[in-house]
């Protein structure tokens, strides 16, 4: 199976702020790979598809990059109602598999 | 307004069986793949089944195969999950979701359906 390493595991950030997440898979799985953002008490709800393809609806702040192995979500300027977990998830191979979560928490 | 809503879960003892059901509305469901992927207490996603648009091919991980059955009904637009043999490991909250590409991404989740499973 293929293994997502998500990192940091928390970032703590203050609004305005510009970030970057990781997410690092065990073996390339070229651009088969999605961002999703989930709130508490909410569903995931999907930002980025195949590592930087925008999604109708999402903030334009959210953009994504790499390929193969390492990828990164990027927000511009964090507002706050983009606090919570990120979860990366890859679609190159069965089993689907999805990286650990980042927190994203405010400073 | 596309929507997901997931029914059926509940506490069950180890080795019981459960039936999950997802009511979909607002697209044309027999169009779209469809997967459950479910959520463990410790905030960790895993995908758990999926089925094509017709019901004809099903996927599973190597942890449910087995003892998960996805099915669909398309004339109800309603998207299934029996579990038996049930684990305390399969204690999580399930999401419904579609898939709208069949390439294994999921665009639209349901609110989710928590399953216990404890003595």
Redesign the interface.
Known sequence: ?IVLTQSPATLSVTPGDSVSLSCRASQSISN?L?W?QQKSHE????LI??ASQS?SGIPSRFSGSGSGTDFTLSINSVETEDFG?Y?C?Q?NS?????G??TKLEIK | DVKLVESGGGLVKPGGSLKLSCAASGFTFSSYTMSWVRQTPE?????VA?ISSGGSYT????SVKGRFTISRDNAKNTLYLQMSSLKSEDTAVY?CTRDPTG?????V????TTVTVSS
């Open positions: 199976d088969n999605h999703y569903s995931p709800r999907l598809k195949y999604i977990m979860f998830q679609s069965w089993p689907w598999t999805f650990g979560g | 905030k960790r996603l895993e995908w999926t996927y599973y991980p190597d999401y390439t294994g991404y999921f665009d989740w349901g609110a989710g």
